[in-house]
């Protein structure tokens, strides 16, 4: 059944667990997810990101998820992560993504808080909900590593203003996390976690899981995070997959139900590990 955030991330705040994103650019990715889902009775997040686009198109997904998540017998949010434009945020909510994140993080405060509020209005008024980033979750390589990360941490007495000012239904915190695969284990400021969720009183999200250990899965939502984005494992374990079935002369329809497998799995740990198994 199609969801938004608000639907499966208030209980998980009320709960102490976290439902889980994870990017489905493709079928396989998709079928992965949504198997271990319905397997695993737990609500589940799936989507596409502004960045990952070139692999496969919004509306073509579209067309893929929309469908799926409806005859889903567990709550699906559709979501675009990581919206860097108004343009592609609006072009979800017309195609029908149940939520949106809108990226305006890299810009100055008052500036992110026009944008996000505009955009808030909008998704509110189609039934959709929406998520936005305070502080900056960084890269692991290239312009958007950095020499200082707890420069761009989020501030939980600028978080409660945001908030308020803005409307969102989740917010994205930056607290030690970064996107890609970790050259060097992050270490998490856990009780900026505490104090940005007791300051806002919304359910807060972590991007750049994948690769994080289980202990700080599990301190990381018994904080206060609600929402956890994985994409580099599932990703990983599908490319695994392939590599390992594949032999001279086989074709791509050879090797998907393994990846297919491979990705289910995959996504069935970090279920587990988040405590959202059983709460569809």
Not at 30 to 52: C, F, H, M, N, Q
Not at 159 to 172: I, N, P, Q, R, S
Request: charged share 20%.
């Amino acid at each position: 059944m199609l969801a938004n955030l608000n639907d499966v991330l208030v209980p998980a705040s009320h709960g102490k667990y976290a439902v889980g994103l994870f990017n489905t650019v493709n079928l396989e990715l998709a079928r992965g997810v949504l198997s271990a889902a319905e397997e695993l009775k737990s609500p589940v997040i799936i989507g596409t990101a502004d960045i990952l686009l070139p692999f496969g198109p919004m509306e073509e997904l579209s067309w893929l998820l929309l469908p799926m998540a409806k005859r889903a017998q567990v709550p699906v949010v559709v979501h675009l992560d990581h919206g860097l434009s108004y343009e592609s945020c609006v072009q979800a909510l017309e195609l029908g993504f149940s939520s949106v994140m809108y990226d305006c993080s890299t810009d100055p405060y008052d500036e992110n808080v026009r944008k996000v509020r505009e955009m808030a209005e909008l998704a509110h008024s189609r039934g959709a909900t929406i998520e936005a980033e305070l502080g900056h979750v960084g890269d692991n390589f290239g312009p958007g590593a950095s020499e200082n990360p707890e420069a761009f941490y989020t501030s939980p007495e600028q978080a409660k203003d945001f908030v308020e000012k803005t409307g969102v239904d989740a917010l994205a915190v930056a607290v030690g996390t970064a996107h890609g695969a970790y050259r060097f284990p992050p270490k998490l400021d856990f009780p900026r976690i505490s104090e940005i969720a007791a300051a806002t009183g919304i359910p807060l999200v972590l991007h750049g899981g994948s690769g994080l250990t289980e202990s700080d899965f599990r301190e990381a939502v018994r904080r206060g995070i609600a929402k956890i984005n994985i994409f580099t494992d599932i990703n990983v374990a599908g490319a695994d997959a392939a590599a390992h079935f594949y032999r001279e002369g086989l074709g791509l329809t050879d090797l998907i139900p393994g990846e297919v497998q491979a990705i289910k799995e995959e996504v069935e740990k970090k279920m587990r590990l988040f405590g959202s198994d059983g709460k569809a």
